[in-house]
């Protein structure tokens, strides 16, 4: 299979989900929940989005080319089915403490009403109730739908372990620690999977890193290690500050450079980094150690006006002067998959002309 071209181009992970496919306002409901299609038809219809993922990657001309996470509800919810976690039973949780509320603005939801001061917030997890057990590659189907219908280079996209153990409430391990590293060596398996299959380029989610940085500091790069070990494929940890759906504004937070610092200690190829909306400058690169770079350089607020391609040139040439173009690719800063599919197509296809633009330059 041919390498990525310099510069090459990606989606971080998820692609617009079309909304004959599933409820968007549902997404955080349980998990299966949200589709609108009925369950007899959903195989064809989860294929179906795929190839219109596949075939929009395609038309924009990037480099690598994911399934777009189409058969996903959640990036992290997709990960329940693993053994010793019950989905049916979820457990409260009580872990609220983050480390970047005061650097976002969520949007605005409805007010609460009456004098008395609002309730604490109640929420549930899945609960993990004896031993992580791994029964077989949960995106095994995926990636063979994926690579029988492209012909080029392809990534796929697992939960890292450090936030998959924020995402349950763990009645069996003891402490977060620990739960991270049996989520670690489970993931593993899935990962090396993906690598044997012929997946190019394999990609962690780990946006806890940096949402709750002082929680996982300690062990967050050994978990990843554990987790990327002996994974035959190129291999990335990508860190966002959420989707921009529910957050009206992201300012720069020191806690990013801490986290991408401790990402850059680990054995991951390439750091996938939100730049273009928090408005993070090239100095935030010189914590990347000597990582390839995955930049994020579209703005994915709903709001946003699609980007110019000399608009991103000018972003990925300010980086390049840090990191060099050798190690640059460019990519949206998070998940796309709420954003109308005009938009998209527009900013990864502007985005994959500044991309050649850039390629006539580097060397």
């Known amino acids: 299979m041919a390498n990525p071209p310099p510069v090459p181009t990606q989606i971080v992970g998820s692609w617009c989900k079309p909304h004959w ?3 968007h306002e549902l997404v955080y409901g349980p998990e299966g929940t949200w589709w609108r299609i009925a369950e007899q038809h959903r195989a064809e219809a989860l294929d179906d989005a795929v190839l219109l993922a596949i075939q929009d990657q395609a038309r924009a001309g990037l480099s690598l080319i994911g399934d777009g996470e189409q058969r996903r509800q959640t990036f992290s919810g997709h990960f329940y089915g693993l053994g010793g976690i019950d989905q049916d039973h979820q457990g409260a949780v009580t872990n609220f ?3 970047v509320g005061d650097y976002l603005t969520m949007k605005a939801r409805a007010a609460a009403t009456g ?3 609002p309730a604490p917030p109640k929420f549930e997890q899945p609960r993990v109730t004896g031993p992580i057990t791994w029964e077989g590659p949960i995106l095994g189907g995926a990636a063979e739908f994926l690579l029988a219908n492209t012909s080029g280079p392809t990534k796929m996209t697992v939960i890292g372990p450090n936030t998959l153990a924020l995402r349950l ?8 620690a620990a739960l991270a590293a049996a989520l670690a ?10 690598a044997d299959m012929g997946i190019d380029l394999v990609q962690i989610d780990e946006p806890e890193v940096h949402f709750r940085y002082s929680q996982v500091e300690p062990f967050a790069a050994d978990a990843i290690d554990r987790c990327l070990h002996g994974v035959n494929a190129a291999t990335a940890v990508h860190m966002c500050y959420g989707y921009s ?5 992201k300012r720069a937070t020191p806690v990013y450079e801490k986290a991408v610092s401790l990402l850059a200690s680990t054995t991951a190829d390439q750091l996938s980094l939100e730049y273009e909306q928090p408005g993070h400058q090239p100095e935030l690169l010189t914590h ?3 990582k390839g770079v995955i930049l994020g350089v579209l703005n994915l607020d709903t709001e946003a006006p699609v980007e110019t391609a000399d608009h991103i040139v000018e972003r990925a040439r300010d980086a390049a002067t840090v990191i060099g173009l050798d190690r640059l690719s460019l990519a949206p800063d998070c998940g796309m998959w709420f954003l109308p599919r005009t938009t998209a197509l527009g900013k990864i296809t502007a985005m994959e002309s500044a991309a050649r633009t850039l390629r006539g330059t580097a060397t």
């Open 169 to 176: 409430v763990d009645e069996h391990y003891g402490s977060l």
């Open 21 to 23: 496919l599933c409820d």
């Open 115 to 117: 004098d008395e001061a």
């Open 245 to 249: 759906k529910n957050i009206a504004e």
């Open 288 to 290: 990347a150690g000597d």
């Open 97 to 99: 403490n983050n480390d």
């Open 185 to 194: 060596d489970v993931l593993n398996k899935e990962c090396r999977a993906l």
